[in-house]
């Protein structure tokens, strides 16, 4: 198993183990934790546009609420991608981490399309006749807190 694998793992099992926790610890705690949560804010694209293709190169900042506002928080993010070719298909979809840091931090992504000028094997509905604007967004899935460090008030050896 891969290093990145072991990592997806590990995060995955904390969203499991955090929202299991959630569910026990019952209605008594909803009021105070309906208030955490983590927003998509400041999306920015740059489009770059060649001869066969088309790029969006973005950014956005992933902002904690309420509890989350402090603190450091691993944040699962789901980048949905255009349609680019069928509409009919559903979206790609990319996966990616953030760690936030005093209720911060930023990502970035990546949406492209291929047209069907640059080959001339390749036809629709492999490739797309013309170029539609991309749509790509993100989206929060989870997160979990992390701990803070021990403070080093301590003596020194």
Partial sequence: MTRAQLAGLAFFAAVVGAGVDRVVAGYSSRASTASLGFEVRDVKWDRTEGGSYVTHNGSARIVGT????????????????????????????????????????VISGQDQAYGCNWSKTIKPPQCAREFQELVARWQVVGWVKLAEPASDTGPLH
């Fill in 66 to 105: 309420g509890a989350a506002a402090t603190g450091r928080y691993w944040v699962l993010v789901e980048l949905i991608r255009s349609q680019r070719v069928n509409p009919a298909d559903k979206p790609d979809t990319l996966w990616g981490t953030v760690i936030t840091s005093q209720g911060s931090g």
